[in-house]
């Protein structure tokens, strides 16, 4: 029975289709020509991640074309070899999450064992699809200042990002938020994708619901506009986070951030009003460990992460003094803040007292041009009659 059940689940894992919307990988095709620009058909073209040991190998058609898709995110070396020809390299090409890379090969006469080994420009000049996007990639994420440890705060260092007033970056799950403008659009019509599984809270669609911790994160792409079919959901823009794995080596790393109250000035009411400081002692800390299982076949990578803190909110609000909640509104009141003093005494058992006329500039009838003020006492009570009848 047992082995009927691991053979469904088997089969259920390799049948299983990414879902719309759920990119995680990148595109790599190009045309491989001679040096006369010819097309060269039935060329072996091979390509390798020397972290992981990924490889891929296929054959250049009969427009000496190659296309790999679906490739997990990395950097690669491109190997192409035809016999009558030296063996072409090109190293450093880097992919990345939803990437459409184009790279075209030239092949020189020569003898098979020779090579001609070329590595790629660092930022590559995009000559597929139309999208305006972004990347961050893990580097800057884990090197650059954050506080709170929230990578949200680097999405808004893209151009055509902005965020409202209100949005808190630092905080994070229903405390924080996610509503930022991409593009000019809605802070809610965005979606938030981490290895291409929807991290969108529904309910408000302005929280998310996993935070990676960053030192997690492979890196995270920003897609603004005029991106693929592919993606959907949402009208907004997509933002793509991918997490880091394993590789050929075991490595690992230690993390720890703080703030304390002690560091901090105290804040400016709490001093009028001769109050403590507010608490503030912020904890976080956690791991990453990753490496092989099995050596070019099988990695894993395992990160956790704790933020524990105690934080003090001063609030400010204006409540009644002891006289105004005895119906005594005479005392001084505060310039801009307090309304107009009642012009009947609140001590008066009249339906006044519950409810006080609150004393209003009226407009001057002469200087008014409405038509209330304009028309006459009389035409309005004509009117007024006239209409009840």
């Known amino acids: 029975m047992w082995k009927r059940s691991l053979l469904l689940l088997g089969a259920v894992i390799l049948l299983a289709t990414p879902a719309a919307a759920q990119r995680t990988t990148a595109n790599l095709r190009g045309t491989v020509t001679d040096s006369s620009h010819a097309l060269v058909p039935g060329a072996t073209v091979t390509i390798s991640n020397p972290d992981t040991g990924f490889t891929r ?19 690669y070396e491109i190997k192409v070899e035809l016999q009558g020809f030296k063996t072409a390299t090109r190293t450093g090409i880097g992919l990345a999450v939803a990437d459409n890379r184009e790279l075209d090969v030239e092949l020189a006469t020569g003898a098979l064992s020779e090579t001609v ?13 139309g999208d305006v996007s972004g990347i961050i990639t893990g580097q800057q994420i884990r090197e650059l200042p954050l506080n709170g440890r929230n990578f949200l705060q680097l999405a808004t260092l893209m151009p055509g990002v902005s965020a409202p007033d209100f949005l808190n970056v630092k905080d994070k799950g229903l405390m924080g938020g996610s509503d930022l403008s991409i593009s000019g659009g809605g802070v809610t019509t965005n979606l938030w994708t981490v290895d291409g599984a929807n991290n969108n ?15 997690a994160i492979e890196e995270f792409k920003i897609l603004r506009n005029s991106y693929g079919a592919e993606f959907g959901q949402s009208g907004g823009a997509q933002i793509n986070i991918v ?5 050929n080596v075991f490595h690992g790393s230690g993390f720890y951030s703080g703030r304390s109250d002690k560091l901090d000035a105290t804040n400016y009411f709490l001093v009028k009003a001769n109050q403590p400081k507010d608490a503030l002692k912020r904890n976080d800390f956690g791991y990453t460990f990753g490496g092989p299982i099995k050596k070019d076949k099988v990695h894993f990578f395992a990160s956790q992460e704790w933020n524990i803190e105690k934080r003090g909110t001063p609030r400010a609000a204006f409540v009644p003094t002891a006289a105004e909640k005895a119906g005594d509104f005479s005392g001084s009141g505060i310039a801009g803040c307090s309304l107009p003093t009642p012009i009947r005494s609140p001590a008066r058992r009249s339906r006044a007292t519950a409810f006080p006329r609150i004393a209003s500039a009226r407009p001057d009838r002469r200087s008014c041009s409405c038509i209330r003020c304009q028309t006459p006492r009389r035409a309005r009570a004509a009117a007024t009659t006239g209409s009840r009848r």
């Open 201 to 215: 809270d529904v309910g408000s669609n302005r929280t998310i619901l996993v935070y990676p911790s960053v030192d």
């Open 117 to 129: 080994s070329v590595k790629a420009e660092s930022t590559p000049v995009k000559t597929i699809g």
């Open 243 to 247: 997490t880091r794995g394993g590789t």
């Open 57 to 75: 190998t296929m054959v250049t058609n009969e427009s000496g074309v190659y296309s790999f898709s679906e490739v997990p995110i990395g950097r």
